[in-house]
């Protein structure tokens, strides 16, 4: 994209399910090599965000633009290949398999028909599986988890699972990575270490948004942090701005 130009941008974005507008007529912007936090009272429609630009579901009203480019009719693989990668507000991990073997089934989504596909091994096997194990290797590199790689990821720690959900979604080589709730179930060290990942994740290149519910963690982490409320954007800014932001406070203060 052109200098300045957002990284993605969402135009009047929405989503029903039967009478539930869960996301409502949302325009933003995300810009490049930023740390965006999206915030908001339980069931303001975070995941449903994350789900309408991950292409899970798919918008009853407005536009995804990611790199200048329309992505909103995109399926979910193919979304993945335009560079949009995202984690599960509940690890799915495979908790048999080893740290490595997690990190290609990552690895397989972006240049498979989806994660069925990714799952059974179908296709042009073996370049695939060198190819795949070598990207793997690089996304387990830069969670820190090279030296776990044999381990069967049911063996690490919590923390250790998260950096595997994180590296699944990194193995697919994104622009843009999505994390749900990343620190959940973290203690103040964990989540400490965690916040180091992500910024360092963000030095190299990377470009995040994250729906967290620890306030320390978003005000201290992100750059730019859009509030949903109801379905509803009803505000937009740097963590400064958000918390004195009057229509925020009402929004924490009433729910
Ligand atoms: P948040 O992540 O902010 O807590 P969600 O995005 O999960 O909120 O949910 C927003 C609203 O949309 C909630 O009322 C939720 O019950 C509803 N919702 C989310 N997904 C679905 C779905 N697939 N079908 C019906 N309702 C849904
Ligand atoms: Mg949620």
Redesign the pocket.
Known sequence: PLSGAPLLEVQGLGIR??G?H??RDVTAQLQPGRITA?I????????????LISGF?KPTSGRIIFRGEDITPLRTHLVVGRGIARTF?TTTIYQELSVLDNAMIGHRVRTRAGLLDALLRTGRERHDESESRAGAMRALERVGLAGQAALPAGALNQEGKKRVGIAMALASDPHLLLL??PAAGMNPEETENLMGLIRQLVSGGLSIAL?EHKMNLVMGLADDILV?HH?QKIAQGTPAQITRDPAVVEAYLGS
């Not at 908001?40 to 789900?51: L, R, Y």
């Open positions: 399910f039967g539930l869960a996301v999206i908001g009272p339980n069931g303001a429609g975070k995941s449903t965000f994350f789900n579901y507000q749900d709730e729906v949903l379905g």
